[in-house]
């Protein structure tokens, strides 16, 4: 059972990268991100925490990497609710799945949202990193009569449900259509929604700390519903570290990234690492985020940092609330 963002953790998946690579370049950024994989596992099991792992596919341009269970797979109340965005690859990735959703299923129902007839050739095209977030919007446009939404655009509130706006409403920003937040609503029609006035994942605008403590980057992005909780407004003093910039550098980015796999290093611009963090109950975080400035403001909330080393963060934009996906937690 699981109601919440910020009860007692007691089990979570950890995403996994592909086994390996052998493009130049590219091989090392998977076989180090395996590596931050292995240790964030480390780092969960140390604190008593049962970790899942999806399985590590070959290499293939037909199957996403399961990096971020957060976007596909939700977990809510008693029920586990399998997603479908606009990437065709995607469609693989959730078999990745079967075998911990298999032995979740004497626990909770599996509701699978219906699959979506999405072109796996546009994936392909050539696009430059600038463009790559109005690739994927345009996409979203050409699928608005399909039901597509990703189970990252939702956070748990106990009776509530926070999401994000879909790409009707958010052009920029959205990754949704209106038919799939009603389908969402449908299946889940025992909660509440209340509605982030913004588009994109909910855990790069805020994370819901516990009951009535929230983290944000953005003042605006907190719902009306949710403004008299107390708040920690993040700063970003980060530059992109060396070790991006460089790899961007590299003929493998320019050359076989951006050109193939476009939708699967995500638009690093939008992903604050300090609010896409993973509560492992109301007094400790796990973050990706090195700021000192906010961490301090978190110990004035009693609120213990863990930082995860995560190093190509930035490549495949996604912080420590991306690679995770919460099964149970403990609620009184």
Request: overall charge negative; some cysteine; charged content about 30%.
């Amino acid at each position: 059972m699981i109601k919440n963002e910020w009860s007692k953790l007691i089990s979570v998946i950890v995403g996994s990268s592909y086994e390996n690579c052998n493009i130049n370049g590219l091989d090392r950024v998977i076989d180090e991100t395996n590596e931050d994989l292995n240790e964030l596992q480390n780092i969960f099991q140390k604190l008593g925490v049962i970790v899942y792992r999806p399985i590590s596919p070959k290499f293939s341009l037909e199957t996403h990497h399961p990096i971020m269970p957060r976007d596909i797979v939700g977990f809510y109340d008693d029920k586990i609710v399998k997603a479908y965005g606009a990437v065709h690859s995607r469609i693989n990735e959730l078999k990745l799945y079967d075998d911990i959703l298999e032995e979740c299923s004497t626990e909770y129902q599996i509701i699978e949202m219906p699959v979506p007839n999405i072109q796996k050739t546009e994936e392909y095209e050539i696009v430059q990193p600038h463009t790559n977030k109005i690739k994927m919007q345009q996409r979203y446009d050409k699928y608005s009569d399909q039901i597509l939404f990703e189970t990252a655009n939702i956070a748990k509130c106990n009776e509530y449900l926070v999401h994000t706006q879909t790409a009707h409403k958010d052009q920029n920003n959205g990754k949704g259509t209106e038919k799939g937040l009603d389908w969402f609503k449908n299946v889940l029609s025992d909660k509440k929604w209340i509605e982030v006035p913004a588009g994109g994942h909910v855990d790069g605008k805020l994370a819901l700390l516990r009951e009535g403590l929230l983290l944000t980057w953005r003042e605006e992005y907190i719902p009306e519903e949710l403004k008299n909780w107390d708040k920690i407004i993040v700063t970003d003093n980060a530059k992109f570290p060396t070790e991006f910039v460089n790899t961007k550098k590299q003929p493998f980015y320019t050359n076989y990234v951006m050109k193939y796999l476009s939708d699967w290093v995500g638009y690093s611009k939008e992903t604050w690492f300090d609010v896409n963090c993973i509560s492992v109950d109301e007094n400790t975080i796990i973050t990706c985020g090195y700021n000192k400035e906010n961490i301090d403001k978190l110990k004035k909330y009693n609120i213990d940092v863990i930082i995860w080393d995560y190093r190509h963060r930035y490549f495949w934009d996604g912080g420590a609330h991306c690679c995770t996906q919460d099964i149970k937690r403990k609620h009184d």
